[in-house]
T-cell receptor, first 114, second 111 residues
Framework: GAVVSQHPSWVICKSGTSVKIECRSL??????MFWYRQFPKQSLMLMAT?????????EQGVEKDKFLINHASLTLSTLTVTSAHPEDSSFYIC??????????FGPGTRLTVL | DAKTTQPTSMDCAEGRAANLPCNHS???????VYWYRQIHSQGPQYIIH???NNETNEMASLIITEDRKSSTLILPHATLRDTAVYYC????????????FGEGTQLTVNP
């Protein structure tokens, strides 16, 4: 299957700082990418849908000014957690839509905010 | 997207078949049944999907009832590496359509 990578795989930061997470589709182009958040022992929660060249669509309750999403190319989407706080500590997962109803997930990024 | 209901957890002996049920009684005619799994601290992995016919691939088989209100994922010979949370999702099959994850079933394969 197709490969989606995320970088970094884990990050620890101080409260108040910003953290950028990259999601790349390595062997296909993805017009649409998705960002999920997963807290311990919970399911994945969709945060936003990212479309190449346009503004992201955020789910209800997700602050667009806090979670900045940029999808500047067909192989790269970035999620920036601005002014991170301990409650933002979570497992962030992206997925990329290859078309043909196929969606592939990245390995996830573990964010810990101290 | 239609809501799905799955058991919270299941156990299976290594080498035996694992049968994971899913109820989706409100599924629409244009919605497909998808199965993904998530091994601890990893991203979800696609397993299989289908509309109304039974499907089989190298990983699993998907059995969908005639009324499409429920389905069963079958792992024919479970191994320890199959221990994971299995998610049953129904969605319209169009590019860019979202996946909505429920709570899934924690499958534990025991030696």
């Amino acid at each position: 299957g197709a490969v989606v990578s995320q970088h970094p795989s884990w990050v620890i930061c101080k409260s108040g700082t910003s953290v950028k997470i990259e999601c790349r589709s390595l062997d296909f182009q993805a017009t649409t990418m998705f960002w999920y958040r997963q807290f311990p022992k919970q399911s994945l929660m969709l945060m936003a849908t990212s479309n190449e060249g346009s503004k992201a669509t955020y789910e209800q309750g997700v602050e667009k000014d806090k979670f900045l999403i940029n999808h500047a190319s067909l192989t790269l989407s970035t999620l920036t957690v601005t002014s991170a706080h301990p409650e933002d500590s979570s497992f962030y997962i992206c997925s990329a839509d290859r078309g043909y109803n196929e969606q592939f997930f990245g390995p996830g990024t573990r964010l810990t905010v101290l | 997207d239609a809501k799905t209901t799955q058991p919270t957890s299941m156990d299976c002996a290594e080498g035996r078949a694992a049968n994971l049920p899913c109820n989706h009684s409100t599924i629409s005619g244009n919605e497909y049944v998808y199965w993904y799994r998530q091994i601890h601290s990893q991203g979800p992995q696609y397993i299989i999907h289908g509309l109304k016919n039974n499907e089989t691939n190298e990983m699993a088989s998907l059995i969908i009832t005639e009324d499409r209100k429920s389905s069963t994922l079958i792992l024919p010979h479970a191994t320890l590496r199959d221990t994971a949370v299995y998610y049953c999702i129904v969605r319209v099959e169009t590019s860019g359509s979202r996946l909505t994850f429920g709570e899934g079933t924690q499958l534990t394969v025991n030696p």
